[in-house]
């Protein structure tokens, strides 16, 4: 009996530890299994993003421009050119025209005081900008008298103020034609995708949808180019208006100091 409960107990024993051998296999299998999943996933992952962050701005905005079509796109990036072109130009010009005019005025009086009218024109002739011009104009006209020397500031300010403008206008320009041609292509693109619809005779998604996007592309660029060239035309306005500004306050100071120095 002893030895029939051994034998048992043995049996049991066997087949209990096979049942854990075969649940640690089964355990472990499926562990592999999902971990070969999750690299495999992984690996897809890593060769998924790569390929989508690869675009970058440039390209993006290189393809939708080739989408919107090179006849309005072109003109549009023509204006944008353009517009850039004399924006840069006019910044330049006005940078320099720029002058401390408190420093001039005290130099100016100074030389005034001490050397002379013709000593102040040469303090004005080693001063670049308008303002140093409209002194040595007036300076120029001193030796006449005054309402002379006031009304050579005044005519010589006016140029002053045309050559400060110049090329203003066209910038004007660009930034106005520039969402019209963008209009105008939206406009051909829908009159094109009713064209499409009218010759097959049903409405089609898939049909127009190119037509459509052409169409929304050039409106897009013509308003971003406008957006861009009015930042800089509106920084040129206000800085002429401050150098004019300038211009007016100088052209008081002088006849005053010239007023002076005829007493």
Known sequence: MKKFFSILAMTGLFVL???????????????????????ATAVMLQDEVPAEAEKSFTQVLK????????????????????????????????????TNTGKLKQQVEDALASG????????????KGPVAS?????????GESVESAEKAVVSYGGVQMGQLEKNVSWLSLFIAIAPMLGFMGTV????????????VGNLSASLIAGDIQVALLTTVFGLITAI????????????????????????ITLIDMLVDHKK
């Open 134 to 142: 409209i002194y040595y104009q007036g300076l120029d006209r001193a």
């Open 17 to 39: 530890s096979t049942n854990m051998v075969n649940a640690k296999t089964i355990a472990v299998s499926t562990v592999s299994n999902l971990s070969a999943t999750v690299t």
């Open 188 to 199: 051909i693109g829908m009159i094109q995708a009713f064209q499409k619809i009218a010759a």
């Open 63 to 98: 393809e939708m421009f080739i989408t919107g079509g090179a006849g309005f796109m072109g003109i549009v990036l023509l204006c944008l050119i353009l517009g850039l072109a004399v924006a840069i130009e006019r910044i330049i010009y006005l940078n320099m025209a720029s």
């Open 228 to 251: 861009i060239l009015q930042i800089f035309y509106n920084y040129i306005i206000a800085k002429i208006d401050s150098i004019v500004n300038d211009m007016e306050d100088s052209s």
């Open 116 to 127: 002379g009218v013709e000593a102040a024109k040469e303090v004005c002739r080693n001063t």
